[in-house]
């Protein structure tokens, strides 16, 4: 099977460059991923993606951004890349550990996911009052105390968006120092709604009777061993991102990080391929900026296929 363009991920990012690269008559073949739809399935309300004055379900949003993609003669396929041969053209993808599939050109959209501690407290309480994107639930909170794990940027970053709408916030760290940036860490010394709970970890998140809400966490002192009881209706998990590139190492440039490395606009150090969303961007995260740097991805693909006369 020979395409102009695969489309790998099927995220606000990936669906985005399948709307424009369908409507440019490229016919994209959309490889939708382990999770289709991307991290905004695992969101219940989003109220912050433009178009949507009372908000919209993560999964009716991405939902609606698929049918409009294979109105237009996207082909979304249930299907993973399992492997990727970017050394010669056409490259090459492979779906699944079988059948593979050759292409003019790619667009990378595959994302990042938000770590979590991995416990099954954790994951039973994940969108009721657990979650890792205080931009996305923050709002939910309001008047409430919650709990920020982590002691990096992205933890600090919460905690200070957190505390617009959380009567407190607690930052929860593993030691007693804190590895966000120095301007990062004054930042959040001056905000009189933040404690520091150091040297403790989240052995379980506590649910109320029904089990359909946090109540609180059980803490261990990495110190002492001693437990404790924090009383919080939210924990926020700020112990980084994984951006989803374990593929394409060795095929094309990657920060220290993981993260897809851009040369110009939406290029990759490949030419040929392309990158767009959270997969090549540690900073903003948003359905928004994602849909965005798709819609510039499809946009910078046409333009170097219609450059190479295809
Ligand atoms: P980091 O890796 O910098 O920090 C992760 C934090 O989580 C660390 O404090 C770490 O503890 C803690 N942690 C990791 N795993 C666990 C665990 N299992 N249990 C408890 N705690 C854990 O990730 P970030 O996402 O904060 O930042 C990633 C990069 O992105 C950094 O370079 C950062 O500077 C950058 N960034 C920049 C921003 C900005 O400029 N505005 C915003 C957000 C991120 P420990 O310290 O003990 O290792």
Same mark, same amino acid.
């Given at each position: 099977?020979?395409?102009?363009v695969?489309i790998i991920?099927?995220?606000?990012?990936g =669906?985005?460059a399948?709307? #424009?690269a369908?409507?440019?008559?490229?016919?994209?073949?959309?490889?939708?991923?382990?999770?289709?739809?991307?991290?905004?399935?695992? $969101?219940?309300?989003?109220?912050?993606?433009?178009?949507?004055?009372?908000?919209?379900?993560?999964?009716?949003?991405?939902?609606?951004?698929?049918?409009?993609?294979?109105?237009?003669?996207?082909?979304?396929?249930?299907?993973?890349?399992?492997?990727?041969?970017?050394?010669?053209?056409?490259?090459?993808?492979?779906?699944?550990?079988?059948?593979?599939?050759?292409? +003019?050109s790619v667009i990378i959209a595959?994302?990042? $996911?938000?770590?979590?501690?991995? =416990?099954?407290?954790?994951?039973?309480?994940?969108?009721?009052?657990?979650?890792?994107?205080?931009?996305?639930?923050?709002?939910?909170?309001?008047?409430?105390? %919650?709990?920020?794990?982590?002691?990096?940027?992205?933890?600090?970053?919460?905690?200070? #968006?957190?505390?617009?709408?959380?009567?407190?916030?607690? =930052?929860?760290?593993?030691?007693?120092?804190?590895?966000?940036?120095?301007?990062?860490?004054?930042?959040?010394?001056?905000?009189?709604?933040?404690?520091?709970?150091?040297?403790?970890?989240?052995?379980?998140?506590?649910? +109320? +009777?029904? &089990?359909?809400?946090?109540?609180?966490?059980? =803490?261990?002192? %990495?110190?002492?061993?001693?437990?404790?009881?924090?009383?919080?209706?939210?924990?926020?998990?700020?112990?980084?991102?994984?951006?989803?590139?374990?593929?394409?190492?060795?095929?094309?440039?990657? +920060?220290?990080?993981?993260?897809?490395?851009?040369?110009?606009?939406?290029?990759?150090?490949?030419?040929?391929?392309f990158a767009c &969303?959270?997969?090549?961007?540690?900073?903003?995260?948003?359905?928004?900026?994602?849909?965005?740097? &798709?819609?510039?991805a499809a946009?910078?693909c046409?333009?170097?296929?219609?450059?190479? &006369?295809?």
């Amino acid at each position: 099977m020979q395409r102009k363009v695969v489309i790998i991920g099927s995220g606000p990012a990936g =669906l985005t460059a399948a709307i #424009y690269a369908s409507r440019a008559g490229l016919s994209p073949l959309v490889l939708e991923g382990p999770a289709p739809g991307g991290q905004l399935l695992t $969101t219940t309300e989003v109220e912050n993606f433009p178009g949507f004055e009372n908000g919209v379900s993560g999964p009716e949003l991405m939902d609606a951004m698929r049918r409009q993609a294979t109105r237009f003669g996207a082909e979304c396929r249930f299907s993973s890349a399992t492997a990727v041969d970017f050394a010669s053209r056409p490259f090459m993808v492979e779906l699944d550990g079988s059948e593979t599939v050759q292409a +003019d050109s790619v667009i990378i959209a595959t994302g990042a $996911t938000a770590r979590y501690l991995g =416990l099954p407290s954790e994951t039973a309480l994940r969108g009721h009052g657990v979650s890792a994107c205080a931009v996305c639930d923050g709002f939910f909170f309001r008047g409430k105390d %919650v709990a920020v794990i982590g002691g990096g940027d992205t933890a600090l970053e919460e905690a200070c #968006y957190l505390t617009r709408f959380a009567n407190r916030v607690f =930052l929860v760290h593993r030691r007693d120092q804190l590895r966000a940036s120095k301007a990062m860490q004054q930042r959040i010394m001056a905000n009189p709604k933040v404690s520091f709970v150091w040297n403790s970890v989240v052995d379980e998140v506590i649910s +109320d +009777d029904e &089990g359909k809400s946090v109540a609180g966490l059980l =803490l261990r002192d %990495v110190k002492s061993g001693s437990s404790s009881v924090l009383a919080v209706q939210g924990m926020f998990l700020g112990i980084g991102h994984a951006p989803a590139t374990e593929i394409f190492k060795g095929q094309i440039d990657l +920060d220290e990080q993981g993260y897809i490395r851009l040369s110009h606009h939406t290029s990759t150090s490949i030419e040929g391929v392309f990158a767009c &969303g959270d997969v090549a961007d540690s900073r903003y995260r948003q359905a928004t900026t994602a849909a965005g740097s &798709g819609a510039a991805a499809a946009i910078d693909c046409e333009r170097w296929l219609a450059d190479q &006369g295809e």
